[in-house]
């Protein structure tokens, strides 16, 4: 099992930036793939970003709706996963949430239900 903290969120007006933390402890050695989520109320969650890395190599992947905007990124050493975020826009607004693949499995994807651990969530509101 990996446990997952989210930080990072905040307020912030169009344009603007933030960074998401996700810290991850337990079983993270075996962990490939890991990814960001985000949930708006009353609608379904949908993924932002994914990362999976095995020995030097690593892929990315992102949500149409977010690219050349957010890059996510992942530290093995700290055992902490990023999601810089610019040119924040009013519907990016969301409650995000970090997840994380099964262990020793190589996927790439950006659907929820192939993420067996999830974060708490750190909530971004984006005003115009």
């Known amino acids: 099992q990996v446990q997952l903290v989210e930080s990072g969120g905040g307020s912030v007006q169009a344009g603007g930036s933030l960074r998401l933390s996700c810290a991850a402890s337990?079983?993270?050695?075996?962990?490939?793939?890991m990814g960001w989520f985000r949930q708006a109320p009353g609608k379904e969650r949908e993924g932002v970003a994914s990362?999976?890395?095995?020995?030097?190599?690593?892929?990315?992947d992102y949500a149409d709706y977010v690219k050349g905007r957010f890059t996510i990124s992942r530290d093995n050493v700290k055992n902490t996963l990023y999601l810089q975020m610019n040119n924040l826009k009013p519907e990016d607004t969301a409650m995000y949430l970090c997840?994380?693949?099964?262990?020793?499995?190589?996927?790439?994807?950006?659907?929820?239900?192939?993420?067996?651990?999830w974060g708490q969530g750190t909530q971004v509101t984006v005003s115009s």
């Open positions: 997840a994380a693949g099964p262990p020793s499995i190589y996927r790439r994807t950006l659907v929820a239900l192939d993420f067996g651990n």
């Open positions: 337990g079983n993270t050695a075996n962990t490939y793939y």
């Open positions: 990362i999976v890395s095995y020995d030097s190599t690593s892929a990315v």
